[in-house]
């Protein structure tokens, strides 16, 4: 009376409500590419132990190949009573191949198939993801090289600091997705673990090899419980969390690229090409990516945060509530790639406006604490120095000019050392050329970071294997 591959136990259709609110095949098909790889590898297993018949095992093959095809050409029709991607998969094949098709399923259970195609795709999404990352970093790395001495005024509390390079600047930005991408490559340590032959719950009495099939996908280890590894979407939540430093860098950076267009900052000018105008006000360019950028990020925290509260309930092991995994990895992973690719279009065309931005590099006092430095090595204390260079810092605001407009005999009021202090110290070209320590907007320590950058996103890309 019931088509379905469960039917049999049941005596009643199930009701259409009940079809329609469980099947997810309408986001969960995006899985038919490793669910068919992992089915093709369990077939041959299979075959290998004796479960299937060499011809059995070829048919089947053939048959998930055909089908594949049928996917990639959208000729895949979907029906909510046949649930998932797995059942319409099993469906076709049984369709084409009669009772052969029956015996694919043998020593498994969805569970353990759909942990596997999760895991199969979420490997491939981090890989995606880290190809797009050093793209980014790239983009940077280039915006560094180009940059030369050009110099930014530094920011605290968005409050003007100390000078920098801009290439130092750049530079921060790689520093932080080089840890997204060590935090993607590590949590993909633990996706890269095969389940399958976990069956339902408990494993099989049947003589299965899944060492065969952990080669044939190409995992790195086999899951050692059959009850966490059909329950476990730990990696799924780890996937997202660092999926989640990426969008808080990304809109962090935004952010600081939208303000940095306004006409208040003038420091940088987004190609007409990525940005967008208004439907009512002629003379509008709106940095649009940039604040979609910034906004999407809130979708990718939903997405931990719904991940997070769907384990919280979960007695081992599988619950129908896993299938919810989905739509948030699936999300946040589209959010992500999207937001990777146009960030590094805007990160390679962007231009600092450097004749505006060194027009007023002397407003600001970004040359007062290597002015102070200065005072420590002529060793005064440091908290006496900060506080005559406090004074002198009042002293030139109320007068309207920079500390190095100041009249030497005020210099020489303050301490006896500064008048020569401040001749090698001030302005910000010979502050930004006074840093000296590691990890500092030093010059010739960027210029080494330019290089060893250069080093490792080049061997990185020449490398067919992302890591
Ligand atoms: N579509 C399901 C999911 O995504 C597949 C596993 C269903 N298993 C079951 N016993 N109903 O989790």
Redesign the pocket.
Known sequence: MDSKAWGGRFSAATDRAVETFTA?IAI?HRLWRHDIRASIAHARMLTSVGLLSESEGESIATGLEQIAEQFAQGKMTFRDDL????MHIEAALIEALGDVGRKLHTAR???D??ATS?RLWTRDAIDGILERLTALQSAFLSSAKSAGDTILPGYTHLQRAQPVLAAHYFLAHIERFERDRERLMDARKRVNISPLGSA?LAGTSLPIDREQVRQDLGFAALSRNSLDAVSDRDFVVETIFALNLIAIHLSSWAEEWILWSSQEFNFIDLPDALCTGSSIMPHKKNPDVLELIRGRTGRVNGSLQTMLMLLKGLPLA?N?D??E??PALFDAVDCISGCLDLAALVAEGAKLKTSHIKSQLSYGFLDATTLMEGLILAEVPMRTAHGIVGTLVRAAESLGITLSELPVATLAEAHPALPEIAASRLGVDQALASFQSLGSTAPSRVAAEILRWQDMIQQRQARTNFK
């Open positions: 997810s969960d649930e998932d991607v797995h259970s969805r569970n198939q759909v999760l339902a599988y129908r896993l299938q995994d989905k």
